[in-house]
T-cell receptor
Framework: AAGVIQSPRHLIKEKRETATLKCYPIPRHDTVYWYQQGPGQDPQFLISFYEKMQSDKGSIPDRFSAQQFSDYHSELNMSSLELGDSALYFCASSARRNAETQYFGPGTRLLVL | GDSVTQMEGPVTLSEEAFLTINCTYT??????LFWYVQYPGEGLQLLLKATKADDKGSNKGFEATYRKETTSFHLEKGSVQVSDSAVYFC????????????FGTGTKLQVIP
């Protein structure tokens, strides 16, 4: 079965650079969620989109922005990167806004040097 | 707000031992409950879920029962294998219209031969 696809899988950036992470949800899933998992931490919710509109917002820094496109894929844009942004970034998708199960992608591991 | 509390790890067991990982939760509504597993260097995989009180989720020999009276969702397996070594996250998604998944801090399981 098709799963959530994230790209790139690994990314190395310097401080103050920008990064763009991409997420392709499971086909026919219309809701996308972004999470950040710091080293040894549990995943923390950043932001979500339903039908291309932001639907919920968590602990996403102002330096980050995200959007969902007409084909339902989503991009997380990160600017002025800091060392503390080094983490595993997960995207998850669900079939409808209130679907109880979110399916997670493999994550993008971002390292900021 | 919502929260999930898991027993701290790491948990080290011998192969074929019985596993219990305790999980309790606090939620304002009637949440759905999940166990996710994260193998070393990989993403989050849904292990099992339960959407209402007294439901039992099961998968790959693991099981957990949604106990509303004790607000618990303990993970159990009768006989663990080395391949079960991973980090296990208990999680909930509230029914109150909010979409994010709230995770516990994770419990690392190491199974030795």
């Amino acid at each position: 079965a098709a799963g959530v696809i994230q790209s790139p899988r690994h990314l190395i950036k310097e401080k103050r650079e920008t990064a763009t992470l991409k997420c392709y949800p499971i086909p026919r899933h219309d809701t996308v969620y972004w999470y950040q998992q710091g080293p040894g931490q549990d995943p923390q919710f950043l932001i979500s989109f339903y039908e291309k509109m932001q639907s919920d917002k968590g602990s996403i820094p102002d330096r980050f922005s995200a959007q969902q496109f007409s084909d339902y894929h989503s991009e997380l844009n990160m600017s002025s990167l800091e060392l503390g942004d080094s983490a595993l970034y997960f995207c998850a998708s669900s079939a409808r806004r209130n679907a109880e199960t979110q399916y997670f992608g493999p994550g993008t591991r971002l390292l900021v040097l | 707000g919502d929260s999930v509390t898991q027993m701290e790890g790491p948990v080290t067991l011998s192969e074929e031992a019985f596993l219990t990982i305790n999980c309790t939760y606090t939620a304002t509504g009637y949440p759905s409950l999940f166990w996710y597993v994260q193998y070393p260097g990989e993403g989050l995989q849904l292990l099992l879920k339960a959407t209402k009180a007294d439901d039992k989720g099961s998968n790959k020999g693991f099981e957990a029962t949604y106990r509303k009276e004790t607000t618990s969702f303990h993970l159990e397996k009768g006989s663990v294998q080395v391949s079960d070594s991973a980090v296990y996250f208990c999680a909930l998604r509230d029914s109150g219209g909010y979409q994010k998944v709230t995770f516990g801090t994770g419990t690392k399981l190491q199974v030795i031969p």
